[in-house]
C-alpha cells in the first residue's frame, strides 16, 4: 500500500511557474513508476507527465512537453512536477499516482492539488 500526498498547487500567473511535489508514504517507493494526472472540469483525465521506478524514463503529453518537468527523488520518497510557462488550459486539479508500470495502469492515487492559471 501507498499514500500519496501532493502539495504546492494555487494560483498563478499565466507565464509563471509553479512546482508541485508528491510525497509518499512506505518503504517501496522506488518499486513504483510515479505519474502526473490532471483534470479540469468538465473534461477527461489527463495523464501529463510520468517517470520511471529509476527517475532514467521520462514521458510527457504533448500538451506540455517542453513546459513540464518531472523528477523523483527515491531517498526522500517524492515525485515533482516542475511546471514552466504556464497557461490558462493548465488549469486543473493534478494527481499523482503511483504503478507498476509507467506507462500502465497506476494502483494508488492522491488527494489532488488545485492549479489555477489566471491571465
Known amino acids: 500500500q501507498v499514500q500519496l500526498v501532493e502539495s504546492g498547487g494555487g494560483l498563478v500567473q499565466a507565464g509563471g511557474s509553479l512546482r508541485l511535489s508528491c510525497a509518499a508514504s512506505?518503504?517501496?517507493?522506488?518499486?513504483?513508476?510515479m505519474g502526473w494526472f490532471r483534470q479540469a472540469p468538465g473534461k477527461e483525465r489527463e495523464n501529463v507527465a510520468a517517470?520511471?521506478?529509476?527517475?532514467?524514463?521520462?514521458a510527457y503529453a504533448d500538451s506540455v512537453k517542453g513546459r513540464f518537468t518531472i523528477s523523483r527523488d527515491n531517498a526522500k520518497n517524492t515525485v515533482f512536477l516542475q511546471m514552466n510557462s504556464l497557461k490558462l488550459e493548465d488549469t486543473a486539479v493534478y494527481y499523482c499516482a503511483a504503478g507498476p508500470l509507467m506507462l500502465g495502469e497506476y494502483d494508488f492515487w492522491g488527494q489532488g492539488t488545485q492549479v489555477t492559471v489566471s491571465s
Open positions: 512506505g518503504r517501496t517507493f522506488s518499486r513504483y513508476a
Open positions: 517517470i520511471s521506478k529509476s527517475g532514467l524514463g521520462t
